[in-house]
């Protein structure tokens, strides 16, 4: 089975790292949680798939299953996540959804970004702290599903990166 490639408007920044003498930041690309459900519900159909969490060893796992229309049978792959800044149980929870999402296939692709690398107007550069408003605008994808075109535009529209 194969998931199809995210689309632009599937896929969301966020600041990686911080250059405080640059006044810059590398960007990371990322899905959501809501993305991954819709896609299994469209490519497997909302009753032919599962989601089930569990903790082993202190880690949240979530594991996903599909089920084989053929056989009657289900096919799991999981994978632990990790707490966020802003709600750590839930954060945890959809991580390790979302990890699994990429064990079927889902956004793997995203794994293929470049480095993307982002100088801040004196205006985003709040005392240190970046402020940034992007999104991806266009993104394409080579033979082997890697990322080999890529537009990021800020909230007036203005390419930041391409």
């Known amino acids: 089975m194969e998931f199809r490639k995210l689309r632009f408007d599937e896929i969301d920044c ?18 959501d949680a809501r993305c ?11 009753e032919n798939w599962q989601r089930e969490h569990y903790e082993c060893k202190g880690n949240l796992y979530c ?23 802003t709600e750590a149980v839930k954060g945890e929870s959809s991580d390790a959804f979302k990890r699994a999402c990429v064990n079927w296939g889902i956004g ?15 205006k985003e550069w709040n005392n240190g702290k970046p402020r940034l ?9 080579n033979d082997h599903r890697e990322i080999d075109g ?10 930041r990166f391409d």
């Open 14 to 31: 966020r600041v990686g790292q911080v250059f405080q003498t640059k006044k810059a930041v590398s960007i990371l690309l990322y899905k």
């Open 36 to 46: 991954d459900m819709a896609i299994l519900d469209e490519v497997v159909g909302a």
């Open 63 to 85: 594991r996903v299953g599909i089920k084989n229309n053929t056989t009657g049978e289900w096919a799991w792959k999981a994978d632990c996540g990790v707490e966020s800044n």
């Open 108 to 122: 793997r692709e995203l794994y293929t970004a470049p480095f993307i690398y982002i100088q801040c107007t004196d």
């Open 133 to 141: 408003d992007l999104s991806v605008m266009a993104i394409t994808y």
């Open 150 to 159: 890529l537009m990021i535009v800020d909230k007036d529209g203005d390419v």
